[in-house]
């Protein structure tokens, strides 16, 4: 029987790992270039098909809000909206909400929407939610997302993680982490 060389195995691991490295990082940069800045052929191309990247159709989805009212997202087509995924517990989310709610209070005649969707399976304790609501005075509708449906399906891993939709439901812009008010204003200035 022949015996292997103690350097061959580990050698064949680090090309492998070498290998995969290379995959993934070219594999991101071809999904964040097509989501940053597709052409407007590719807009109109892909915005048949539905998904979360830019240029895509929103996927729909139904949810209670905290005054128990079903909402769906196909209901705020022709308005602008922002989808904010979030929770209590978060502390960029605790900070971008005042951010949002001065946003949404000077904008919300304006054919703008916010939906702020809580991961309520990451809640410590639901009650938390409604709390959070008073302290920060938000005036926008919250959606519970009990199941936690709509995070998956909109990829909301890390949070706050916002969606930027135009009036035909086509995702705009996707942005992960807290935003200000000016960032806000900018891009949905950019949106039709």
């Known amino acids: 029987m022949k015996k292997i060389d103690p350097m061959i195995p580990p050698i064949v691991l680090l090309i492998g790992?070498?290998?995969?490295?290379?995959?993934?990082?070219?594999s991101k940069i071809n999904t964040e270039s097509h989501i940053?800045?597709?052409s407007i052929s590719a807009i109109s191309k892909d915005a048949e098909k539905l998904g979360i990247q830019k240029g895509n159709m929103a996927p729909d989805f139904k949810l209670t809000t905290i005054n128990g009212d079903d909402a769906k997202l196909s209901n705020y087509k022709g308005k602008k909206v922002i989808l904010n995924f979030w929770a209590t517990w978060c502390p960029p989310c605790k900070a971008e909400m005042p951010n949002i709610e001065e946003?949404?209070?000077?904008?919300?005649?304006?054919?703008?929407?916010?939906l702020a969707v809580n991961l309520t399976t990451a809640e410590k304790n639901k009650d938390n939610i409604q709390q959070f609501i008073k302290d920060h005075g938000l005036t926008f509708p919250v959606l519970l997302d009990e199941k936690g449906n709509a995070g998956n399906l909109y990829q909301a891993f890390t949070i706050p993680t916002s969606y930027f939709i135009d009036i035909k439901g086509i995702v705009q812009q996707k942005i992960v982490g807290p935003m200000s008010k000016e960032t806000i204003e900018t891009l949905v200035s950019k949106i039709n």
Not at 17 to 26: C, E, H, K, M, P
Not at 103 to 114: G, T
């Open 36 to 38: 940053e800045k597709p």
């Open 17 to 26: 790992l070498l290998g995969w490295a290379i995959f993934d990082q070219n």
């Open 103 to 114: 946003y949404y209070k000077e904008n919300k005649d304006k054919n703008v929407i916010v």
